[in-house]
DNA sequence: CCCAATTTGTTCGTATGTATA
DNA sequence: TTATACATACGAACAAATTGG
């Protein structure tokens, strides 16, 4: 296990702020900085109480909040992790298509195209970005039971992936974020979504086998880093004759 | 202020379960019993916690989850009150639907019809019946800006609501949740939703003002209360040409 | 305007239980 | 079995917000 770090101190943005909301944002900070990599183990609660000169309820009631919102994983009698991104993750937290008896499952992916492009005004907008700025942009098909029901095409800022291939898309070994996390360090911590109604064009209908005009669900996604940080804009079509939209079970999280 | 309320010893159904989680249903069970009417404001949590024979620190636990689930609320220097269906409440937690710039607003409501109805297949397995039982069924249509977004079928278990009548529906002050809460003892704590793309029918483009066969997004949802037990049914065809359907920001919870 | 009482919010510290390696 | 880690439970003191005098 590494030293416990030494931080800095309280930071002057801090005025006013309880004491662990000040000591999340040194977590945070930790986190996003590196001191501890994705999966890696924390120092104790005790050690953290102590690196922080704070009490174990304080420190605590900080790790709570980060717990909340999937940053840290604890184990009762194991410890306290950085969360990492795995498919279950990805299903449960950001994947929001079930065949309409409920039955959930994670879909099978295939990359149908990978170009560089210049982002447009929408893009641009979503990501935090100027029109034209550099951008890889690929779509994926989803097969859940073997059957194509979304197209996802992907937006990601030239800036923050720098070296992406196609090639490494190919061989990923897990999901997307994975990746994203693993060669690129960027962990998406939150998405935020809109849909609505559209009818298919030429181009999705082909990819979905479904004939052109009918009525898809189109979602606009935007994936974020830590400080709401846009780091992914991606829009799914999503054929919604045998699959339906789910929002979050928000009931998940507070009856655990 | 009542006198402080005399609770049962600890049901069998608890072994095992930590303290905070007994107390917490405890709450729950007096809530939904009607010990503490909505809007009400609890005994303070010294009281409570002598009430409990628990310390402070059990009682604040359990009144920490069901202020995050949203059944209490609490108000530094005031108290903890049950919560009451206000139309912010509605708009933020239960009404899904912005414009596509963001802009959140509520909706007014027109009702359109008003039927003693037989529940279909799909109503009665949504709402935990038998095909055929007695039901209320009524139209809204919900308007944005003065223009027609929004077509709801609502379907109500009669043994539910006994007395319900249109005039009633009609001439409620508040919110449909709070006209469920006051007038028939029915809080609805939690909702489900589930989305798909389909092409307006005769009826709905009427209703909206949209050309039949547009595409449109389909909205199930069935709203809870205590114990996941299901009161409402809703179908929603919601005209997304200038507006959008917005998943829940699960970043307000963790945010604050 | 200030003061006092009340209530929740924050912080501290300790002890014990439970799960894991 | 032992050691370690998080989980639960207890209790005390003070801070901050609100209300009423």
Redesign the pocket.
């Given at each position: 296990?590494p030293a416990s770090p030494h931080f800095a101190a309280i930071a002057p943005e801090a005025a006013?702020?309880?004491?662990?909301?000040?000591?999340k944002r040194a977590l945070l900070q930790a986190i996003e900085g590196g001191t501890w990599a994705p999966g890696s183990?924390?120092?104790?609660?005790?050690?953290?109480?102590v690196a922080f000169?704070?009490?174990?309820?304080?420190?605590?009631?900080a790790?709570?909040e980060l717990?909340a919102e999937h940053i840290l994983v604890?184990?009762?009698?194991?410890?306290?992790f950085v969360a990492t991104h795995s498919p279950d993750r990805f299903l449960f937290q950001f994947f929001h298509v079930e065949r309409a008896d409920g039955l959930r499952e994670a879909p099978s992916v295939e990359l149908l195209s990978f170009d560089r492009v210049k982002l447009d005004d929408a893009q641009a907008e979503a990501l935090n970005l100027r029109a034209g700025d550099a951008a890889f942009q690929f779509e994926n098909r989803l097969a859940l039971q073997g059957r194509a029901v979304i197209l996802d095409r992907l937006t990601l800022p030239a800036g923050l992936f720098k070296g992406l291939t196609e090639k490494r898309l190919r061989e990923r070994p897990s999901t997307l974020y994975q990746l994203y996390q693993s060669e690129f360090g960027i962990t998406v911590v939150h998405a935020r979504e809109r849909a609505r109604a559209a009818a298919a064009d030429r181009h999705a209908s082909r990819v979905l086998g479904i004939a052109a005009g009918l009525p898809v669900m189109q979602v606009h996604r935007v994936a974020l880093t830590f400080g709401d940080k846009p780091v992914e804009h991606r829009e799914s079509i999503i054929n919604t004759a045998q699959h339906e939209y789910v929002s979050l079970l928000s009931r998940k999280d507070a009856a655990r």
């Open positions: 296990m006013g702020m309880p004491l662990y909301r000040v000591v183990t924390l120092p104790s609660e005790t050690e953290l109480a000169g704070v009490s174990i309820g304080t420190l605590r009631k790790v709570d717990s604890r184990r009762q009698g194991r410890g306290t």
